[in-house]
């Protein structure tokens, strides 16, 4: 009777200058190659990258928090109610809702409602939603960062390294974030001088005896007067308000894609640490660390969605409508060539704003699809279970910000949006009635 039990396999040694035989199979584990200059050189943390937003917001009286700059660890970080933040925080959030209620009362008496109306309330409304809902999570801060912080620590080390062939990390956030804003700002200055050429001409024809700046106040808010009589001081803290008003309008933007930034970039951190493996075999150890990694990524991309998707929803449906009311305004002849380059800056700047949103927030996903086909081309001879769960766990994993869970934004969402604003746009041409142009009409 033959024995079928296989004999006891004897390692084969390796000397220097010696090669093993061909016909048994490689088991030696490749190491990672460690960073060239013998140290993996430090990744600032989402927390300290997004620094200067915050201080940029809170000039503005958003995110209320306080002692952000005193330490680096974000669970140090809380919004005390008696900080100059949050008094300067309650007292614009104060005025925005008393102006929305005088514009209410003053839509309500007026004879008719229409894209101008509603552009406006929405307007407002959309501000004071975005302002308490930085509040809002200005109040968790501490908690949604410093959850963020532990999750991330992990690539911030070594044997991850910041991603090649691209900025630093605070240095990319701060670019975008002031190079948008700076454009926003263009754009708030070409509004103001576009109202300000439009009451020059407003006077020309019209027989007023009260001032220039009165004027010019009671064709910008006529609301307002409706309940409070003019005032210098009253007129310029509303314009102040509205410049605040303007900033947190752009802001939003600026703040999802700084968050998102830092989602993507940790994605891009994993898939280039798999491509230094260069498809040499790795020890169990290495590729269930890996698994654990992606997992804890997934798990932060979910927790982040769940705190911010609110915030996502709104500024989508914020973007898209001001873009459809400024197409539809777009047949209207302004009365000022200012006028006609603010209007036409206005709206590029709106659409190139949303798009790069949107662009950033669904690199997300694109990043955390990429290791899966890195992962393709190991040999099927280096897998083992931990690899497999890893595979598993990239494929099926939807690291996607969301709005609250009506859509997740990914690249198909973008054309999607750009598909549905050029249909707009194409029935318009036909529908489209022009709005009378009110520069010379000198009844307020």
Known sequence: MLNMTPPEVTPVKRFPGVSRPPSTPSTALAEETPPADGAAERECSTHEAVAAVIFMGQLFSLIPIDGYARSTDPRDVRMRLRSVQFVYGCVTLFIMLTLIIM?????????????????????????????????????????????????????????????????????????????????????????????????????????????????????????????????PVVGWTIELTMRIAKFTWHYVDVFIICLSLGLQRRFVQFNERLERLDGQPQSQGVWRALRLDYVRLSELVTFVDERFSKLIL?????????ITVQLFNSFDLKPTTVTTVYFWYSLGFLIGRCF????????????????????????????????????????????????????????????????????????????????????????F
């Not at 929405?122 to 908690?143: C, D, K, P, T």
Request: with cysteine; net charge positive.
């Open 103 to 231: 514009l209410c009362v003053h839509t309500a008496h007026e004879p008719s409602f229409g894209v101008q109306q509603a552009t406006s309330l929405v307007y407002y409304a959309i501000i004071v939603f975005f302002m308490v809902e930085l509040m809002l999570l200005a109040r968790n801060w501490s908690q949604i960062m410093g959850r963020w912080y532990t999750d991330e620590a992990p690539f911030r080390t070594d044997p991850y390294r910041p991603p090649s062939r691209t900025l630093p990390f605070r240095r990319k956030v701060h670019l975008i974030a002031f190079g948008v804003m700076f454009l926003a700002f263009v754009e708030d200055t070409l509004n103001f001088v576009s109202a300000y050429r439009l009451n020059e001409l407003h006077i020309r024809y019209c027989p007023h005896t009260a001032g220039f700046w009165k004027n010019f106040f009671h064709r910008e808010h006529p609301y307002v007067l409706r309940v409070i009589p003019y005032h």
């Open 314 to 322: 709104f500024c989508c449906a914020n973007d898209m409508f001001f």
């Open 356 to 443: 790069l949103m949107l662009f950033v927030v669904s690199s997300i996903s694109r990043a955390s699809e990429k290791p899966l086909e890195t992962l393709r081309r190991f040999p099927s001879t280096n897998w083992n279970l931990d690899l497999r769960r890893l595979c598993d766990a990239v494929a099926t994993s939807e690291n996607a910000l969301s709005g609250k869970r009506f859509f997740f934004v990914r690249r198909p969402l973008i054309l999607a949006m750009a598909g549905t604003i050029i249909t707009y746009e194409l029935v318009l041409l036909d529908q489209v009635k022009k709005t009378p142009d009110t520069t010379r009409d000198c009844n």
